[in-house]
């Protein structure tokens, strides 16, 4: 497949799959035996783990959307720089809803294969969210 197809079927993830809840779509579009190299934590392998951290944080924020900031292929792989919005009203990651609107953003690669997403790999996304639901995150040198 071209760069620019693999950007298309890479786009339904954001815009189909996790801006509209259809999970129809994760069938079509990863691979049985896909592999996330950073995977939502609790969430198990292959396409269930992609419909199970989606739809979670799905119920976590109803109203999510996500933009596609830049998108970038080379060979096999795309790199999507994407930001999340939504109300948090559901519980994510063991933190209670805290009613907040937040927006967390961070970079995802993947890689494809005859079509399918095999891959994929994240970069901040998970660290962002918890930052906007107010953990603290501050690292502590230790003394020496």
Request: aromatic residues 8%; without cysteine; charged residues 25%.
């Amino acid at each position: 497949m071209s760069r620019e197809e693999n950007k298309v079927i890479i786009r339904r993830v954001f815009d189909e799959i996790a801006s509209k809840g259809d999970f129809d779509v994760v069938d079509e579009i990863y691979a049985e035996d896909y592999l996330d190299h950073a995977p939502f934590p609790g969430a198990p392998a292959g396409r269930a783990g992609v419909k199970h951290s989606i739809g979670g944080l799905r119920t976590a924020f109803p109203d999510l959307h996500v933009t596609v900031e830049d998108m970038s292929a080379h060979g096999d792989k795309v790199a999507a720089h994407n930001t999340w919005a939504g109300t948090h009203t559901g519980e994510v990651l063991g933190i209670s809803p805290t009613g907040r609107s937040v927006s967390f953003g961070g970079v995802v690669v993947f890689r494809l294969k005859n079509g399918l997403i095999v891959e994929r790999w994240a970069i901040d996304l998970e660290l962002d969210l918890l930052k906007e639901l107010g953990m603290n995150l501050r690292w502590s040198r230790p003394k020496v």
